[in-house]
């Protein structure tokens, strides 16, 4: 994961043009590297599940899997993150155009890996909590443990 500094404007602008899995996280744009074939799985498994979950219930959120943008920094005024998390479910679909997601998903899950755990365990943790994300995962593989988030009202 390769990270570099730059100011806010130049990141968004670095973020947009991009075809590789770039975040911002803490002001700082990040570069996820290779995506291994377990966490391509477990993203497939749980992005799966949840999908087959909300048809069979008539549901009209849609699932997303990596790569598609969530602008966290529209959503709160502390910070000017842009996430692109592993598995998001957006049901606001006036809030989500061709740049991504522009409105606070109901669920994220980030799948960890070595140079990713940090920041699903903390940055992520505490920017999901501010937006009003309802449920969050950090899907831990290398400890082989689920870490659910509930908001509580």
Not at 89 to 110: M, T
Request: charged fraction near 30%; charge should be negative; include cysteine.
């Amino acid at each position: 994961m390769e990270e570099i500094a730059m100011n806010e404007k130049d990141l968004l602008r670095q973020v947009e043009a991009s075809e590789k899995h770039v975040e911002i996280i803490d002001g700082v744009l990040t570069e996820r590297g290779m995506t291994s074939p377990n966490h391509y799985e477990a993203v497939e498994v749980i992005a799966d599940a949840i999908k087959n979950y909300v048809r069979s219930n008539n549901g009209k959120c849609v699932v997303y899997r990596e790569s598609i943008g969530l602008h966290v920094s529209e959503l709160c005024d502390v910070t000017s993150d842009y996430f692109m998390p592993d598995i998001m479910v957006a049901c606001d679909q006036s809030k989500i155009d061709e740049k991504g997601v522009h409105v606070a998903p109901r669920f994220v899950a980030e799948v960890t890996s070595p140079s990713t755990r940090k920041n699903d365990y903390n940055a992520k943790l505490d920017v999901y909590k501010k937006i009003g994300v309802d449920e969050y995962w950090v899907v831990d593989l290398q400890r082989k443990v689920v870490f659910k988030y509930l908001k509580s009202d």
